[in-house]
């Protein structure tokens, strides 16, 4: 691919810009479909939506504005007077349908100091949230003019339209500082304009070319916000990592004295195979989010699919393409004291015109590691284990709005008003009741009997609403529960509404059904469904992953030594996780708190995701080892020109995935900054520790039998790791299985 795209230049460059304005243009053409709750709905939560959905029932959009006092209370002129100028001000926005009086409906605190005005917002619920902001502001123009009062709203629309806006304000700001910082990091790393840019554009436009794909996919397959996220996440990192990874070896090459074409070949046989190999390593990885039956997995499974397909694609096209077109003109641009500064290589070193100074400091430090290899291999091994320790008190949950946003926003701090003053509102239970007739006397004593029972345990309060549905044969039972949505307290009153009350009601009557949804039902049917997928996924993404790499590097102990390196970068991340975010220990360094529990999407996610990029790495860095071990240099000195000679690449290209990932745990939403900082640690980690000591002091330790294979495997494809397989055509500089000095 690599030699095609180089020969006709004109035709790859061209065919890439084609592809990316086509993609982009149908995409928009066609639009995206997004998920839906309903196709997130998972257990008994899943089947009571179902059973409202089926009998065509619709539940408007309601907001509650809060109006509370200090000094006085409801009785109070003045308080009344308030009251009426907040519902005269919604209802003046011609936006709700109906706008109800505390005085009329009896919402009003036990200290009398609080009340609610209940708003039904008008049209289709779906909508809400774009028409909400007339209300918004119909509220604050009252609380500007009743400062001695507090006068704010919270409520379902409002809710969805701060979440929306809060992510197309941090995707934008993610969007705007990810660039710079990748191109910051590139210019650094080459010193030259040209080669910095070139990544950078690269995958941009594999992102672009993505996000169209994404839209027409979404017709079968549909997306979400938190696909996008994660599109343009992975698209950034992996796209500009591909390019660095083939145009570093490029230039190695034009630095070792090789021609232009061979230097293009060699890159397109050694790093561009490496790309496909990762590439693919992270397309099977995502792959394994198909296995979670949850619609917003799925789509950022496909989304991540499509971009790194994209990014793969056009790192062994159009790149090739374009280095063939500049030759030694990539390096135009020259940055004022960027300009690398080489020292000479030891000579018959594989591949190594002069090693960077920066590279100092990884022989040195793998100096040390291969002299005592055990005793690294022991400690750091150590250390990841006790980072990962915190996991096992690891609490995921569907995190609360409250949770997701900032603890100052001026949303967040109405609902803790409201639930202060209200003890049990707004988290609520569903309970959906089918039977027929729906007001039968077997069914008027169960619900009597109901809330009874439920006002008994004390976990569930009043008041309790019953909205039936004669017609559909439904009935829908909302109960205040006690926590805030995702705590211990939430989770018992759940239990007790369906272990105990439901079924000693509802349950007892003859052809009645009864299930419970609401945002604590839904968090954890969430959860019972992502730990009984957990497995089939580890299994899928252990078992394909081992795969590639046996039939990649014809090794045994290459493919369970790279299983074990990422699945202790995974833990490490893990237990970091943990530490920050559920139970706050430096969560103040990054800007939040904790929040006493994990998204739950979140530890899957980044499992399927790290062990898809830490291939990047364990890819890139073994196979110059085997490309040197290939021809003929012993195992321990292999090892030492594999980690040094892609000592500098690893750098750049782990610093680029941080500060991208870093980006991401800046945000205000509490999932992307989780996100963020999990995968920001994880690469770090796996960038340094992992491949810097015990990648090289686990192969050092095995020695020759890094490269076992049984008999009975010898069928497998033997694949070329280094330039014979590149077939160039000015000959090879002779190799000398050397030990480099440093070591």
Known sequence: MGGWSAQHRKTAVFGWLLFVVLATVLGGMAGSVQTTNQDNSVGGSGRAQQMIDRAGITSPADETVLIQAKGFTVADPRFRAAVAETVSAVQGT???????????????????HSALVQVTMAGDPDRAPDQVAPVLAAVTGVQAHLPDLTVSEFGDASAVKAVNDAFGDNFARAEWT??????????????????????????????????????????????????SSVMLLVGLAVGVDYCLFYLRREREERARGRSPQAAL???????????????????????????????????????????????????????????????????????????????????GTPGTAGTPVGNRVWRAVLGRV???????AAIATALLLALAAPMLSMHTANLTFAQQLPKGTPLVATQQQIGAAFPGNPNQATVVVSADPVDSAAMTRALASFKQQAVATGLLHDPI??????????????VPMAGTGNDAASSNALAALRDTVVPHTFGAVPGAHAEVTG???????????????????????????????????????IALTALALNLLSVAASYGALTLIFQHGVGASLVGTEGVGAIETWVPLFLFVILFGLSMDYHVFVVSRIKEAHDQGVPTRAAVAHGITSTAGVVTSAAAIMVAVFAVFGTLDLQAMKQMGIGLAVAVLIDATV???????????????????LPRWLGWLPRLEHGEAAAEPTDAPAPLEPSLPSAV
Do not use: C
């Open 465 to 478: 609403t019953v909205t039936p549905y004669p017609a559909q044969h439904l009935e829908l039972v909302d």
């Open 690 to 708: 992992i491949r810097a000591v015990l990648l090289p002091s686990v192969m050092t330790l095995l020695g020759e039998r890094n490269w076992y």
């Open 370 to 376: 291969l002299r005592r290899p055990l005793w690294s």
């Open 94 to 112: 011609g936006k709700a349908s109906a706008v109800k009086s505390p005085y009329d409906t009896g919402a009003v605190s036990p200290d009398q």
């Open 178 to 227: 990810a660039v710079p910082l990748a191109l910051g990091i590139l210019l650094i790393a080459f010193g030259a304009l040209v080669a910095a840019v070139l990544p950078v554009l690269l995958a941009i436009t594999a992102f672009i070319a993505a996000g169209g794909l994404v839209a027409l996919s979404s017709h079968l397959l549909h997306t979400s916000n938190d696909a």
């Open 519 to 557: 945002q604590t039902a839904g968090s954890e049917d969430f959860n019972q469904q992502m730990s009984a997928s957990m497995l089939p996924v580890f299994a899928f993404v252990l078992g394909f992953a081992f795969l590639l790499m046996l039939l990649s590097f014809r090794s045994i102990a």
């Open 265 to 347: 070949q060699i890159a397109a046989a050694t790093s561009g195979r490496a790309v496909m190999v990762s590439g693919l390593t992270v397309v099977v990885a995502m792959a394994g989010m198909f296995f979670t039956g949850i619609a917003d997995f799925e789509a950022m499974g496909m989304a991540t699919i499509l971009v790194v397909i994209t990014a793969v694609l056009g790192s062994v096209t159009v790149l090739p393409a374009l280095l063939s077109m500049l030759g030694d003109r990539v390096e135009k641009g020259r940055v004022p004291f960027l300009r690398r500064r080489t020292a000479p290589a030891p000579a």
